[in-house]
């Protein structure tokens, strides 16, 4: 697809600290607490949304996870957030250090070029 037609998704990096009751749970009482807290909360108020999970503790002591969050759309993406913040996740579980959103290849977009990305094999 040519970059001057290419749809673009809302990508949000969600670099989040874990707090002391996030902490204080077992493992199982975490997994418990996200399928049964924050999950059909998310699915009842957004579409369009995924999402992937990786842990930095083991190199950050101000951020312990990155959360991606993508969306289809920014209203997609403003749901997600509403939905989040609605739930033990937002500022109970984890305090949200800092959210950086783009839109993957932009620059291409706005300049009518195709994208440039390395790729390895």
């Given at each position: ?6 749809e ?13 009751e996030w ?13 049964t807290?924050?999950?059909p ?7 369009g ?6 842990d ?9 996870d ?14 997600l ?10 500022d109970r ?6 959210l950086?959103v ?20």
């Amino acid at each position: 697809m040519p970059a001057e037609e290419a749809e673009a998704t809302v990508t949000a990096f969600m670099l989040v600290k874990t707090t002391p009751e996030w902490l204080a749970m077992t493992v199982q009482e975490r997994a418990d607490a996200f399928t049964t807290q924050v999950l059909p909360v998310i699915k009842a108020r957004t579409t369009g949304v995924r999402s992937r999970f990786y842990d930095t503790e083991f190199y950050s002591a101000r951020v312990t996870d990155v959360w991606v969050w993508e969306a289809d759309d920014h209203h997609a993406y403003q749901l997600l957030i509403d939905a989040l913040r609605e739930t033990p996740f937002w500022d109970r579980y984890f305090k949200v250090v800092d959210l950086l959103v783009g839109a993957e290849n932009g620059y291409a977009r706005a300049y009518g070029l195709d994208p440039v990305a390395t790729i390895t094999t």
